[in-house]
């Protein structure tokens, strides 16, 4: 089987009723990406902070995957799939994806502040402050903020170098390093976007083009994709 890598972002989760962030009514359009998501906000104001993700969190549960996630299992059959998300939703993998790599954490997860191998499943709970690890120390969500290392980005940028086929969905391209995995698939690998809007396109790649909302553009792709590419 053919390896099919997928760099997914926020645009796939929107027809579930997520926003994304750069958008009209987008959610840094609403909040201050500095004061909720940076080590300095979280400095200068944890409350405002863990509102912001607690309100994240609780949304997600009514949230249910769309047909883009669930085109993504379907690939499964015909492909070893492979989903690297900078979304922080579980929608991957509860329409049933079997490897999905989060670059930049998970919403349903929370972190120890004083030792960062504490991470305790929370699955739609707040937390709030005086919320602890077992060592006592305040708990923080389990989310890559700017201005932080973003650990899971060798093993993607391997995972990107091993593709034969390279997706990308429903992402500005806008954050790195996630927007820079793209450099690390071979050249001569044919790339599939699926975005309604214009994105960033790298340069000087076989490419090919889906401008349409991820549901319906997933629809399409795996046609495409099964059809010619297994
Ligand atoms: P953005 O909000 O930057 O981009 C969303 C992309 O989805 C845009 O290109 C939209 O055109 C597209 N889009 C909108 N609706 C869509 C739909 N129905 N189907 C398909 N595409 C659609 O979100 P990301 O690129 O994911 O990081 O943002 C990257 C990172 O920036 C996020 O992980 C987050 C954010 O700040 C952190 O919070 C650390």
Known sequence: MKKLVVLTGAGISAESGLKTFRDMGGL???YD???VASPEGWEANMELVLRFYNDRRRQLLTAKPNDAHIALVALEKYFKVQIITQNVDDLHERAGSKNVLHLHGELNKAQS???PELIYNIKGK??????????GHQLRP???WFGEP???IEEASEICRSADIFLVVGTSLNVYPAAGLVNYVPSG???FLVDPQAVKIPQGRKLTLI???AGSGMQKLNKILIENYR
């Open 150 to 152: 973003v650990p899971a």
């Open 211 to 213: 401008r349409e909302k």
């Open 189 to 191: 690998v044919p790339l």
């Open 28 to 30: 840094w359009e609403e």
């Open 142 to 144: 389990y989310i890559v």
């Open 126 to 135: 707040d937390i709030k402050k005086g919320d602890c690890c077992e060592k």
């Open 33 to 35: 990406v500095s004061e």
């Open 113 to 115: 502040t004083g030792d």
